[in-house]
């Protein structure tokens, strides 16, 4: 049987069948058409304006790794004037951020761009051994998913960097869609399939922020995915050839958690109609345009979609393995919704607890989001151990959303209140954390009220780890 | 202030949870239920969604034709079943129904003894007007005809049609377009005021994540809602209420059950295989959802249904396979939706 010949070049005998499409090609096309295609997102959504300087979320994994050397290749071919530099949080956890961390530095090395590290200790003033060594081992992970959230936002903000471009593909995107299907999160949809997202002060108050010198605050860092509708095929066909240097980190999903569901509908979707990963994108994204808002208006398309600190949950995994004590995040969906389904066939009330401290290293965090009505709000749990792009650079599972709402400086006090089935998707407060600032729902936001604990409890000598 | 508190009732766990009288047969979602009260169960969710049918809204001698698709199945079996009794009971009570049902089997030459099945259906509800028609009847419509370039001559136009096609996801939804828009027809061309579907909560869902990986996510909100559609006529659905489990336990233990009647389908296999279409793939997921996770199912079909669908006097253009509106949801000038664009990925040239 005779050579395919690349149905680009109509010279060259193609090596690959793309798994986006299907097309035979060969090596060097490949690479030039899958640069093109993200050269096209960034100009066609101007993601980036001459002479930014962007963060690039760098875990030390394939994903990270491809965004930081196409970034840096279409940088210089186009011009762009883009002021790179990679940015790689630490954890603290001996032995295990290690290996990636310099896979990190190679990279730096290679495509001649700055890097900064920026550690929990530097961030909080507490690694991760340090908190373990305080709490011990159960409930570590909260500590470790809700410092993450944060640690892109802040590590830039000490930069001086006002964009994060993390290496979000398009599996990951289709892969949220999906599961927020699943749970039904609205909210999460939108934000989720946006391609760009915002804090509230960065549309708002661009007056305000040149006012006062233009000085990045943790507040006002956008964030963006330039690898959206790359696949992750793709992605890693990329590294291949062009012998990037990675570090590749393993994935543990708990089974039945709702990611892992969607991770295995998505793989059995793509081997049976490629296309059908872009299809859910596009899907999410008219569907992110449907979402009502708290007037009932659908939002319509929305530039800069907007993140709620309180939303990101803590994905990311952490050092520790704890799959086994997580309680199935499915089974707890499903009592939840049970309970309120018989609540409101008994017309009783449903409950809504008042906010909880952190118990069992789980976030009884449902009334953070007062206004929900119960089937939509999410307990989160830990679920699983996502060492991946999914923890170091993006322990934000893609920010969220919903629509403009003035940032107040007061928490509101919440009623509990009784939550009707049609209830529109509801209003959530955004506010700044009295101590740091941060977007929260509270006064006093996760990170911050964790560390006072912590610091609390903190002996006055020093404590030497390891 | 505090909530209503519920009396706490000393419940016999061994007794029916309803009625507390019987034994139970069977256990909806977390209730032991007796087989009378499950059989009001499933029969009350269903009126209910059919309350705009009622009674006192329709004259005497004068009462809407609503068009029951019947697919043999257990699910549109089942709301046969449910309606007519609704009837009857309507008659009953004040001498005259709400509504009248035309049951529509449409045939698709797969199996030999649907008319048989159709002729034993006809014997248990006389009471209703029934009409079958062809599934290859969907070629001769006004614009498919074109559309899919079909021979109306040949016998085996359909055939050769989904032979085009290029996957089984292709040919599967291509079947699925083409039944829905004969019914459409039917409906409009006898007048009909509403179509009634069968499916349920686990078919809705099966279709949300379906449709959402065939790139049709935007349509869902106006295909799935009761009411008004942009296919011109009206849809309703009134097992959404049900899980499919469920129809399938209420139909066996009717006395005479139904299963005689229903038709069953081949097996298909559990392991993805080449010919695996994505609506099977979402079939056997929520298969294995429903069995443990009931409630999930049941909240991916109520979070379709919040999202604002398109305000159908907005829409200008209609995808001329699938009727989803268009504006934006396509390429340029295109006369597909992007997901009939993957079925038919030359008709656009």
């Known amino acids: 049987m005779a050579p395919h010949i690349c149905q680009l070049c109509n010279t060259s005998r193609a090596q690959i069948l793309r798994p986006k499409n299907h097309a035979r090609i060969c090596a060097p096309c490949f690479i030039d058409i899958f640069e093109r295609e993200i050269a096209e997102t960034i100009t066609s959504t101007n993601l980036f304006q001459p002479g930014e300087r962007i963060a690039i979320g760098a875990s030390g994994g394939k994903d990270s790794t491809v965004l930081a050397s196409v970034l840096k290749t279409l940088n210089d071919r186009h011009a762009w004037g883009l002021d790179l530099v990679l940015l790689s949080i630490d954890e603290g956890i001996t032995g295990y951020r290690d290996h990636s961390l310099d896979a990190v530095k190679r990279n730096s090395v290679e495509y001649d761009l700055p890097l900064k590290i920026v550690s929990y200790e530097e961030l909080y003033g507490w690694s991760m051994d340090q908190v373990v060594a305080q709490i011990g081992k159960k409930g570590n992970c909260t500590y470790c998913g809700v410092f993450r959230r944060q640690a892109l936002d802040r590590g830039a903000a000490m930069l001086g960097v006002g964009h994060v471009v993390t290496g979000h593909n398009a599996d990951d995107v289709a892969e949220t869609v999906l599961m927020n299907l699943l749970r039904g999160d609205l909210p999460r949809l939108g934000r989720a399939t946006s391609i760009l997202t915002s804090t509230p002060s960065a549309t708002m108050s661009r007056k305000e922020t040149e006012a006062d010198g233009g000085e990045v605050t943790i507040t006002n860092v956008k964030r963006s995915k330039p690898l959206m509708y790359a696949y992750e095929k793709e992605i890693v066909m990329y590294a291949h050839y062009k012998k990037l240097d990675y570090f590749s980190t393993e994935c543990i999903y708990s089974p039945e958690a709702f990611r892992g569901s969607a991770r295995t509908l998505i793989k059995n979707l793509e081997r049976i109609r490629p296309e059908s990963i872009l299809d859910v994108v596009r899907s999410g994204i008219d569907m992110a345009k449907l979402v009502p808002n708290a007037e009932g208006h659908p939002k319509g398309a929305a530039e800069a979609v907007i993140r709620n600190e309180v939303e990101d949950e803590a994905e990311g995994g952490c050092g520790g393995s704890n799959a086994k004590e997580v309680v199935s995040e499915m089974a707890q969906m499903e009592q939840k919704l049970r309970q309120d389904e018989q609540a409101e066939e008994a017309g009783t009330e449903t409950e809504i607890k008042l906010p909880s401290k952190v118990l069992d290293g789980q976030r009884h965090d449902r009334d953070l989001k007062p206004d929900l009505p119960p089937e939509a709000a999410l307990t989160t749990y830990v679920q699983g151990q996502n060492h991946d792009r999914h923890s170091q650079t993006d322990g934000q599972q893609l920010p969220s959303d919903i629509r403009t709402v003035p940032i107040r400086t007061k928490q509101e006090k919440k009623s509990s209140r009784k939550a009707t089935r049609d209830a529109p998707v509801p209003k959530q407060r955004l506010g700044q954390c009295e101590r740091c600032g941060y977007l929260s729902s509270q006064a006093v936001c996760k990170a911050c009220m964790l560390l006072e604990g912590l610091n609390k409890a903190r002996p006055r000598t020093g404590i030497e780890v390891g | ?349």
């Not at chain 2, 106006?222 to 336990?249: Q, T, W």
């Not at chain 2, 379709?304 to 669908?309: E, F, I, M, P, W």
């Open chain 2, 1 to 349: 202030m505090p909530g209503r508190q519920r009396a706490d009732v000393v419940v016999d766990r061994n007794l029916c949870r309803r009625c507390q009288v019987n034994e139970p047969t069977i256990t909806v979602r977390t209730e032991p239920l007796c087989a009378a009260c499950f059989g009001k169960y499933v029969s009350t969710k269903i009126v209910k969604r059919m309350e705009s049918f009622r009674v006192r809204h329709a004259g005497a001698g004068n009462e809407r034709l609503l068009l029951l698709p019947l697919s043999l199945g257990p699910c549109s079996m089942t709301l046969l079943h449910v309606l007519s009794q609704h009837l009857t009971v309507q008659a009953e009570k004040s001498g005259r129904t709400g509504y009248r049902l035309h049951v529509l089997h449409v045939d698709d030459r797969e199996r030999e003894d649907a008319t048989a099945l159709m002729e034993s259906v006809k014997q248990r509800y006389p009471e209703h007007v029934y009409s079958t028609r062809l599934l290859s009847d969907a070629l001769q419509l006004e614009g498919i005809n074109e559309l899919l370039d079909a021979d109306t001559d040949n016998s085996d136009a359909l055939s050769t049609i989904l032979g085009r096609l290029n996957s089984a996801t292709s040919r599967d939804d291509m079947l699925q377009i083409l039944l829905r828009k004969l019914v459409v027809d039917v409906a409009k061309q006898q007048s009909r005021e509403a179509i009634i579907w069968g499916d349920s909560t686990t078919r809705l869902a099966e279709r949300t994540l379906a449709e959402t990986a065939k790139g049709r996510g935007f349509t869902l909100p106006s295909v799935m809602s009761d009411g008004a559609s942009p296919h011109g006529v009206p849809f309703y659905y009134p097992m959404r209420d049900l899980l499919s489990k469920e129809i399938v336990a209420f139909a066996s233990q009717l006395d005479p059950s139904l299963d005689a009647m229903i038709r069953v389908d081949k097996a298909k296999p559990a392991v993805s295989t080449k010919n695996t279409t994505i609506d099977d793939l979402m079939r056997q997921y929520f298969e294995s959802v429903e069995r443990e996770y009931p409630s999930i199912v049941a909240n991916v079909v109520r979070t379709t249904s919040k999202l604002q669908a398109v305000l159908l006097e907005e829409v200008e253009r209609q995808c001329e396979l699938c009727d989803a509106p268009l504006q934006g949801h396509s390429p340029e000038r295109s006369r597909l939706c992007y997901g009939c664009i993957r079925i038919l990925p030359h008709a656009i040239e």
